[in-house]
C-alpha cells in the first residue's frame, strides 16, 4: 500500500512564500515523476509543476518565475516553494505521483490535499 502524504499549506498575505511537501511512503519499487495540482472552487484541477526522476521540470505558465519543484529522491519526497503568492492561487494543491510496486509499474497516486489560501 503506497500513501502520499502532504504538508505545509495554509493563510498567506499576497506577496507572501510558502512551501509545500509530499513524502511517499509504502511498498514502493520506484517513482517517475511527481508533481503538484491544484483546484480552485468551482473550477477544474490543473497542473502546477511536475519532476521527472531525471529532474526534467515542467510548469504552468501561471506560476513560472514564482514557484519552484525539486524533490529529494533518497526521502521520496516532492517539495513546491510558493513565492510572490497571488489570490489566484488560492486552491486546494495536490500531490501526485507515478509509482511502480511490487503489484505492478507506473500507478498513478493522489495525496489528500492541501489549503492554501492567499489573502490580506
Known amino acids: 500500500q503506497v500513501q502520499l502524504v502532504e504538508s505545509g499549506g495554509g493563510l498567506v498575505q499576497p506577496g507572501g512564500s510558502l512551501r509545500l511537501s509530499c513524502a511517499a511512503s509504502g511498498s514502493i519499487s520506484s517513482i517517475s515523476t511527481m508533481g503538484w495540482y491544484r483546484q480552485a472552487p468551482g473550477k477544474e484541477r490543473e497542473l502546477v509543476a511536475t519532476?521527472?526522476?531525471?529532474?526534467?521540470?515542467n510548469y504552468a505558465d501561471s506560476v513560472k518565475g514564482r514557484f519552484t519543484i525539486s524533490r529529494d529522491n533518497a526521502k521520496n519526497t516532492v517539495f513546491l516553494y510558493l513565492n510572490n503568492l497571488e489570490a489566484e492561487d488560492t486552491a486546494v494543491y495536490y500531490c501526485n505521483a507515478v509509482i511502480s510496486t511490487a503489484a505492478g509499474p507506473g500507478h498513478n497516486y493522489w495525496g489528500q490535499g492541501t489549503q492554501v489560501t492567499v489573502s490580506p
Open positions: 519532476i521527472t526522476n531525471r529532474s526534467y521540470i
